[in-house]
């Protein structure tokens, strides 16, 4: 099995939510002597072409009525301001040391893949996989709208929101995904990150059934770093994600790479259930990254392992409880 990243797998599958960036005591000193020319220039550089994208964002839905802001955006709001925002996306990673974005394989069009699910999710870097997939409609939590620039960008790139508080708001959520993905290229593409959280990389977590829902053909995207320090990944416990930006914008350059995988069109019984063919995409993908496919998830901040009917935290003393457990069938 291949190799990806770093991480091979193994029988007893390693904590997915710790991460710490290990570094030779060679590395930090020149993380340091870099970090304290290029930290403050990149961040710079990158807030200026960040903070451009906000009137433009604005401007795509300016003088529309509520009724044409629900459907796709057309026109020169459409092309125009989506060829400035992609400029302005891309020259933000670049400055943040993302020089070259290497792809493999062809992303499918609208038709071929209503939506693409990219894993293993890491950080919110991640979001330089916009750059090659043309902006792809993302999902978003709701209380990111209110956020300066991002809550603009969200508007403009017309994704679905959900307040994870709020069963009534997932409902509707789920019923706009299963919409957009079933309407045969009226929407956009849409972009997303099954595990619904972000890991050390070291596995893949259990898929969340949402890309899944509508039993449309997806396609896989496989998204990694492969760099000498593993400086881009944000998780539960460990690096923070000041930690992460730091460390990332103080390499001379951070390498990315996205592969797409071929379109995976769901049998009819994978249709019917969306775990099941949740399932089965995971364990696709984590073949092709050569990592485990696992039971792991997170629910509400506290990151479990499901066993039957039962949630078992991942910390001690659960580790030990399902030690016992299987032991006891």
């Given at each position: 099995?291949?190799?990806?990243?770093?991480?091979a797998?193994?029988?007893?599958?390693?904590?997915?939510?710790?991460?710490?960036v290990?570094?030779?005591?060679?590395?930090?000193?020149?993380g340091?002597?870099?970090?304290?020319?290029?930290?403050?220039l990149?961040?710079t550089?990158a807030?200026?072409?960040?903070?451009?994208?906000?009137?433009?964002?604005?401007?795509?839905?300016?003088g529309?009525?509520q009724?044409?802001?629900s459907?796709?955006?057309v026109g020169?709001?459409?092309?125009l301001?989506h060829?400035?925002?992609?400029?302005?996306?891309?020259a933000?990673f670049?400055?943040?040391g993302?020089?070259?974005?290497?792809?493999?394989g062809?992303?499918?069009?609208?038709?071929?893949?209503?939506?693409?699910?990219v894993?293993?999710?890491?950080?919110?870097?991640?979001?330089?996989v916009?750059?090659?997939?043309q902006?792809?409609?993302?999902?978003?939590?709701?209380?990111?709208?209110?956020l300066?620039?991002i809550g603009?960008l969200?508007?403009?790139n017309?994704?679905v929101?959900?307040?994870?508080k709020?069963?009534e708001?997932?409902?509707k959520a789920v019923?706009?995904i299963?919409?957009?993905?079933?309407s045969?290229?009226?929407?956009?593409?849409m972009?997303?990150?099954p595990e619904?959280?972000?890991?050390?990389?070291?596995?893949?977590?259990?898929f969340?059934?949402?890309?899944f829902l509508?039993g449309?053909?997806?396609?896989?995207v496989?998204?990694f770093?492969?760099n000498t320090?593993?400086t881009?990944?944000?998780t539960?416990?460990?690096?923070?994600?000041?930690?992460?930006?730091?460390?990332t914008?103080?390499?001379v350059y951070?390498?990315v790479?996205?592969?797409y995988?071929p379109v995976?069109?769901?049998s009819?019984?994978e249709?019917?259930?969306?775990n099941?063919?949740?399932?089965n995409?995971?364990k696709?993908?984590a073949?092709?990254l050569?990592?485990?496919?696992t039971?792991?998830?997170?629910?509400?901040?506290?990151p479990v392992r499901?066993l039957g009917?039962?949630s078992?935290?991942?910390?001690p003393p659960?580790?030990a409880?399902?030690?016992l457990?299987?032991?006891?069938?």
């Open positions: 099995m291949e190799k990806r990243d770093g991480h797998a193994t029988a007893d599958y390693p904590h997915p939510f710790i991460h710490r290990k570094m030779t005591t060679a590395q930090r000193v020149k340091i002597i870099l970090g304290s020319v290029l930290f403050p990149r961040m550089l807030a200026v072409f960040f903070l451009l994208m906000w009137p433009l964002a604005l401007l795509r839905s300016a529309l009525s009724e044409e802001r459907r796709p955006i020169w709001r459409r092309w301001l060829v400035l925002i992609w400029s302005l996306n891309r933000v670049f400055c943040l993302f020089v070259w974005i290497e792809v493999k062809r992303r499918a069009d609208l038709k071929e893949a209503p939506v693409l699910v894993a293993p999710h890491s950080g919110f870097m991640d979001m330089v916009l750059t090659p997939t902006l792809a409609t993302v999902v978003s939590r709701s209380e990111n709208l209110s300066p620039v603009a969200l508007e403009f017309q994704s929101v959900v307040s994870r709020d069963p708001s997932r409902k019923a706009e299963k919409e957009r993905l079933t045969n290229g009226y929407w956009p593409q972009l997303m990150f619904g959280t972000t890991t050390n990389g070291t596995v893949l977590m259990k969340k059934p949402g890309a509508a449309v053909p997806i396609q896989p496989l998204l770093y492969p320090l593993d881009t990944r944000w539960y416990k460990g690096t923070t994600w000041v930690e992460a930006l730091w460390h914008t103080s390499q951070t390498k790479t996205v592969e995988l995976y069109t769901p009819q019984e249709k019917d259930d969306p099941l063919y949740a399932d995409v995971q696709l993908m073949r092709s050569g990592l485990p496919a039971d792991y998830v997170m629910e509400g901040r506290v499901k009917g039962l078992l935290p991942v910390e659960a580790k409880a399902l030690a457990l299987r032991r006891d069938g």
